[in-house]
């Protein structure tokens, strides 16, 4: 595995989207985080796995050999393996036996240990094993647990609301995405809210579901991440898989003769960004985006948006992540 340079987390860049509709509609492209490495670089759980990992290790958790233990449905896994591992800890990610085939591939490409629980048990089965395991070997496992970890909203509320806010030159007037922990939800919320800016989340209608990282959390029994607060957001909503599915494909048609215009290029070089938006010529963004893209569609639909208004969505990862899945598997070699 490459180095991981932490200096590459963070400051990624934003990029005006065709998203057809009448407000102006920027995504942060996520998989800029940690960007030189294979498998689509990293995603916007980048964030989040460096900053419980850092924090673990100004408490003292990390001191000696013991092992990184966390659950994830990939994403936060990959993060957490690649910094993990270079910190030198051993690392092992509990996930179902579903993740996406790039980010089992990014996990297994950083010398991460794989448990496997299977997928059909439902969302929560493998956070439960995880928690069994860490709560089974506390001396073994430092567990940073992103459901429950304070670090995890705190990182977007220190960075990346206050980007977006800088890459609008505050015009942002509305935030929408996903809900998976809630941590990008409620940080960005905390950062952006008291400026005026409204909020709004959207989650997977049921539990049976493929819009990877997210949860559905309203069903009696399921439980809610406590890194989650819903009085942090404007309005909530449901977005189905198929639905997510179909702003993906909208994405790639609309981008396809013209790449999104580069508003800030965060860190990076304007070429290098360009060369890393696109996968094997097509512009592919993650299931969670497509959903949040129809979430802006069904908002401007609805009058919620108006012209004047400037939306910021996150693009959590790129289409690379999911080689085994509709509508990524044609495109991606």
Request: charged share 25%.
């Amino acid at each position: 595995m490459a180095d991981v340079d932490r200096s590459e987390v963070g400051r990624t860049p934003l990029v005006e989207l065709d998203a057809g509709v009448a407000p102006t509609v920027y995504g942060k492209a996520e998989w800029f985080n940690l960007a030189p490495l294979d498998h689509g670089g990293g995603s916007v759980k980048t964030r989040i796995g460096q900053a419980m990992l850092q924090a673990a290790a100004a408490r003292g958790d990390l001191d000696g050999d013991r092992t990184i233990l966390e659950a994830s449905s990939g994403n936060t896994g990959s993060a957490v393996a690649r910094v993990g591992a270079a910190m030198g800890h051993d690392v092992e990610i509990v996930l179902p036996d579903d993740a996406g085939g790039g980010k089992v591939d990014a996990i297994r490409d950083a010398g991460a240990e794989l448990r496997f629980v299977d997928a059909e048990a439902g969302y929560d089965a493998f956070v439960m094993r995880c928690r069994d395991l860490a709560a089974e070997r506390p001396e073994e496992y430092v567990y940073p647990n992103q459901y429950q970890n304070p670090a995890n909203p705190a990182v977007h509320a220190g960075t990346t609301g206050p980007e977006i806010w800088r890459q609008t030159g505050g015009e942002v007037t509305h935030f929408v995405a996903g809900a998976g922990t809630g941590g990008t939800l409620v940080g960005v919320s905390h950062a952006l809210r008291p400026r005026g800016v409204r909020v709004h989340g959207y989650e997977p209608p049921a539990t049976d579901h493929d819009i990877a990282g997210l949860k559905h959390m309203h069903d009696p029994g399921t439980f809610v991440p406590d890194t989650y607060e819903f009085d942090a957001l404007d309005g909530r909503e449901y977005v189905d898989t198929d639905t997510a599915y179909d702003y993906v494909r909208r994405l790639r048609c609309r981008h396809a003769d013209a790449a999104p215009e580069i508003r800030d290029a965060g860190q990076w070089s304007r070429g290098f960004v360009r060369s890393e938006l696109r996968v094997n010529g097509e512009f592919l963004v993650g299931p969670s985006s497509g959903g949040a893209v129809a979430m802006v569609d069904r908002l401007a639909e609805r009058g919620t948006l108006d012209a004047d208004d400037v939306v910021v969505v996150p693009l959590p990862d790129r289409g690379d992540r999911y080689p085994d899945r509709e509508p990524y598997a044609e495109h991606v070699e």
